[in-house]
């Protein structure tokens, strides 16, 4: 008892590091809860009186059990109807839950993890890993079963990847805000020209609407001011809030959530909008105050 009562006080320091891997391994806040809980169970059931940095062994655990739940969601998952949006992380403004701080660090918006998900089970566990946590090469070719030549080059093309398709957003959100509330603004008038000014040429809009049926990508400042505009919806109360550290909105309508966004806005232009307006999921979304 006193073994696992140890065990147990030990594994809950390290939760929410761990949470933090699973999440930006799977990109689904209840699958990474799940992991967590398999790797308790696993590592409840092992012999650790040998184990030497209890962390990285914990954090191997829960990297297969993400390996493995990502493959078997590709092997299962149909043909999406578009889109697939991550669960974002929702703060107020002023406000940055601690809980939310560990899962997204400094570096980890909704549209980084987009992208995430374009990769294979393989190429992202060896970048996450790698890029984000700092985990040696021969440490992660074993959850691979390859050699750390190999998961270097996994990693190397993850990265060639991530660079083309998750642009870094501008650092200062007073100056991200100024584009957002533009942008807002300019769809509630359904003003065109002022979208597009604030719109890149090559901006991207994803939609996940989920059983909703309208999830879609759209291209092109042109394509996406037209679409912003559209789907304008009458009573819709909408908020400021950080999705996964960077200026975004909360939409409610008659006090429930009807959709989220995260806006990446570089030198002063949208680049990229991820929105979340699928009902079952919103519902099970942690909300700041107000939301």
Request: glycine share 8%; charged share 25%.
């Given at each position: 008892?006193?073994?696992?009562?140890?065990?147990?006080?030990?594994?809950?320091?390290?939760?929410?590091?761990?949470?933090?891997?699973?999440?930006?391994?799977?990109?689904?806040?209840?699958?990474?809860?799940?992991?967590?809980?398999?790797?308790?169970?696993?590592?409840?059931?092992?012999?650790?009186?040998?184990?030497?940095?209890?962390?990285?062994?914990?954090?191997?655990?829960?990297?297969?059990?993400?390996?493995?739940?990502?493959?078997?969601?590709?092997?299962?998952?149909?043909?999406?109807?578009?889109?697939?949006?991550?669960?974002?992380?929702?703060?107020?403004?002023?406000?940055?839950?601690?809980?939310?701080?560990?899962?997204?660090?400094?570096?980890?918006?909704?549209?980084?993890?987009?992208?995430?998900?374009?990769?294979?089970?393989?190429?992202?566990?060896?970048?996450?890993?790698?890029?984000?946590?700092?985990?040696?090469?021969?440490?992660?070719?074993?959850?691979?079963?390859?050699?750390?030549?190999?998961?270097?080059q996994l990693a190397s093309r993850a990265r060639r990847r991530v660079r083309g398709g998750?642009?870094?957003?501008?650092?200062?959100?007073?100056?991200?805000?100024?584009?957002?509330?533009?942008?807002?603004?300019?769809?509630?008038?359904?003003?065109?020209?002022?979208?597009?000014?604030?719109?890149?040429?090559?901006?991207?809009?994803?939609?996940?609407?989920?059983?909703?049926?309208?999830?879609?990508?759209?291209?092109?400042?042109?394509?996406?001011?037209?679409?912003?505009?559209?789907?304008?919806?009458?009573?819709?109360?909408?908020?400021?809030?950080?999705?996964?550290?960077?200026?975004?909105?909360?939409?409610?309508?008659?006090?429930?959530?009807?959709?989220?966004?995260?806006?990446?806005?570089?030198?002063?232009?949208?680049?990229?909008?991820?929105?979340?307006?699928?009902?079952?999921?919103?519902?099970?979304?942690?909300?700041?105050?107000?939301?």
């Amino acid at each position: 008892m006193d073994e696992q009562r140890w065990l147990a006080e030990r594994f809950e320091e390290h939760r929410p590091h761990l949470r933090a891997v699973a999440y930006r391994l799977l990109g689904s806040l209840s699958e990474a809860d799940d992991a967590v809980q398999e790797t308790w169970l696993r590592a409840s059931r092992s012999n650790t009186t040998e184990v030497e940095n209890l962390g990285g062994w914990l954090t191997t655990i829960a990297a297969r059990v993400s390996l493995n739940l990502l493959r078997s969601r590709r092997t299962r998952r149909e043909e999406p109807l578009g889109p697939h949006v991550p669960d974002p992380i929702i703060d107020a403004v002023d406000q940055t839950h601690p809980e939310h701080e560990a899962l997204i660090g400094d570096s980890l918006g909704l549209a980084l993890l987009v992208v995430l998900e374009k990769l294979t089970p393989a190429e992202r566990l060896a970048f996450v890993l790698h890029e984000t946590f700092a985990i040696p090469f021969d440490e992660i070719a074993p959850i691979l079963d390859r050699t750390p030549a190999a998961t270097r080059q996994l990693a190397s093309r993850a990265r060639r990847r991530v660079r083309g398709g998750a642009p870094a957003p501008d650092g200062d959100l007073t100056a991200q805000w100024e584009v957002v509330d533009a942008f807002l603004a300019a769809a509630r008038d359904g003003d065109l020209n002022r979208l597009v000014s604030v719109l890149h040429p090559d901006v991207v809009l994803r939609a996940d609407a989920g059983a909703m049926g309208w999830s879609r990508e759209v291209q092109g400042a042109e394509a996406v001011a037209g679409q912003a505009v559209s789907w304008t919806v009458p009573d819709l109360v909408t908020q400021r809030v950080l999705v996964n550290g960077v200026a975004g909105y909360l939409a409610t309508r008659g006090g429930e959530p009807f959709s989220a966004g995260a806006f990446t806005v570089r030198d002063e232009k949208v680049v990229a909008l991820d929105i979340l307006a699928d009902p079952a999921r919103l519902a099970r979304l942690e909300l700041p105050a107000g939301g």
